[in-house]
């Protein structure tokens, strides 16, 4: 049978979807929410603790510094340096079960922190910065999950991992081999994470947000040609207005989140969900 319905019920057909809705709706609001951000201070993660506030979640951010956001909803914001991998989870664990003693209906985690790292060949990388770069790009995104997975264990809570990748992930950029190397490493181990998620209660996606209006993309325009030979091409996305504003990538991302419009281990690119032309 086909799916039309007949003129004598659709008014009825429509009240019904309208209080559905609305039932949903307040559900959604009634959710107890909590969104943990890393690197909420600037840029991409900034416009997430705006927009997960502005959505009625309980929000925390986690960066070195604090930005002069204030809304009732955003909880903490916590000062840490998250290359700091031996000391997330003594140094985090205590702030983050003062939260956690209250039970939430579903938390989000996203690790959006990172670092362009050194700009420039490998043969000039120190060990040491470049395990700077592993540690906030590859390994904190690992160790925030494993302890919010922790401190949810034997709750009935629905976590969402979103791992915040790039399109260098999959490209072998010169200049650029610090950044490319532990964004490729990220989006492998999210989908081993995602392999691995049965029985764990969590789900998770690798997002690409494109190019946005970031300090980031700021430090890559003031790059050299000499360490990176493409930063002509992101001169000229700037000039030609392509970057794309962060709150509308957060946006975009709260509302796929929300949606659960993801397959766990995905592989999301955001500007294949923009319902408005980029500039806008
Ligand atoms: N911008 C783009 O065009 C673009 C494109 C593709 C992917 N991405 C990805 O999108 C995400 C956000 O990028 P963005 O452009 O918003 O970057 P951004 O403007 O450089 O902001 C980075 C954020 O990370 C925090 N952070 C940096 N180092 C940290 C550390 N050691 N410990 C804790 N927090 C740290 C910064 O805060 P503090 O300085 O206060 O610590 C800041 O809040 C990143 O994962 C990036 O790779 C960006």
């Not at 969402?160 to 260098?168: E, F, H, T």
């Not at 964004?183 to 946005?212: C, F, Q, W």
Request: glycine share 6%; net charge negative; aromatic share 6%.
């Amino acid at each position: 049978m086909g799916g039309a319905i007949p003129p004598a019920f659709s008014s009825c057909y429509s009240r019904l979807v309208l209080r559905t809705s609305s039932l949903i709706d307040k559900q959604n609001i009634l959710m107890q929410k909590l969104a943990i951000i890393t690197g909420g201070s600037k840029g991409l993660g900034k416009s997430l603790v705006e927009e997960y506030c502005k959505r009625g979640y309980q929000v925390i951010s986690i960066a070195r510094s604090s930005s002069d956001y204030h809304h009732p909803n955003l909880r903490i914001q916590i000062e840490f340096d998250l290359s700091d991998i031996e000391h997330i989870e003594t140094s985090l664990q205590d702030k983050l079960k003062e939260v956690f003693d209250n039970d939430f209906d579903k938390v989000t985690l996203i690790n959006n922190a990172a670092t362009l790292g050194q700009i420039g060949k490998v043969i000039d990388y120190t060990a040491t910065d470049f395990n700077k770069a592993v540690q906030l790009n590859f390994t904190s995104p690992i160790a925030m999950s494993n302890l919010i997975i922790k401190l949810l264990r034997s709750k009935n809570t629905d976590l969402s991992i979103l791992n915040v990748s790039s399109g260098a992930a999959n490209k072998a950029i010169n200049g650029w081999g610090m950044y490319c190397s532990t964004k490729a490493g990220l989006d492998t181990i999210s989908k081993v994470m995602a392999g691995e998620s049965n029985g764990l209660g969590y789900k998770i996606a690798i997002v690409n947000p494109g190019i946005m209006d970031t300090e980031m993309q700021g430090a890559i325009r003031n790059s050299s040609q000499e360490d990176f030979p493409l930063v002509k091409n992101f001169q000229k996305y700037h000039k030609d207005n392509l970057l794309v504003p962060p709150d509308t990538i957060a946006r975009l991302i709260a509302e796929m989140d929300e949606k659960n419009d993801y397959e766990n281990g995905e592989t999301v690119r955001i500007e294949d969900r923009f319902d408005a032309p980029r500039n806008q």
